[in-house]
């Protein structure tokens, strides 16, 4: 006797939406924030890879403390002198603390 397909499909999708819901959270990834930086021309002025990596590190602690997105965008800018803040924390959000919704 053969498996309907009426049997299989649905089995498959909640077998999909299981290993979806089981998936731990995305781990930060300097690689593809530096990635993501080469590729939008943005780089902090001054700053070699490691004060790079831990200033994206600090716009997560920032945004964790309860700074909001626009005034981590402005603080960045600010400190760094450097006009591309959103890029910046748009890809410090994305890659360097993925788990931050703001």
């Known amino acids: 006797m053969k498996p309907s397909i009426y049997v299989l499909v649905p089995s498959a999708i909640a077998f999909a939406a299981g290993v979806l819901l ?9 690689g593809t924030f530096l990635d993501e930086l080469q590729t939008n021309g943005v780089w902090l002025p001054d700053k070699d890879l490691d004060q790079v990596i831990d200033a994206g590190y600090g716009v997560c602690g ?14 960045v800018e600010s400190l760094y002198r450097f006009g591309q803040g959103t890029l ?7 890659h360097l603390c993925s788990d931050f919704v703001g």
Not at 22 to 30: E, I, R
Not at 88 to 94: D, G, I, P, R
């Open 62 to 75: 920032d945004l964790r403390n309860g700074v909001s997105v626009l005034d981590e965008m402005s603080r």
């Open 22 to 30: 089981c998936a731990p959270v995305a781990a930060a990834d300097t």
């Open 88 to 94: 910046f924390v748009s890809a410090a959000t994305t």
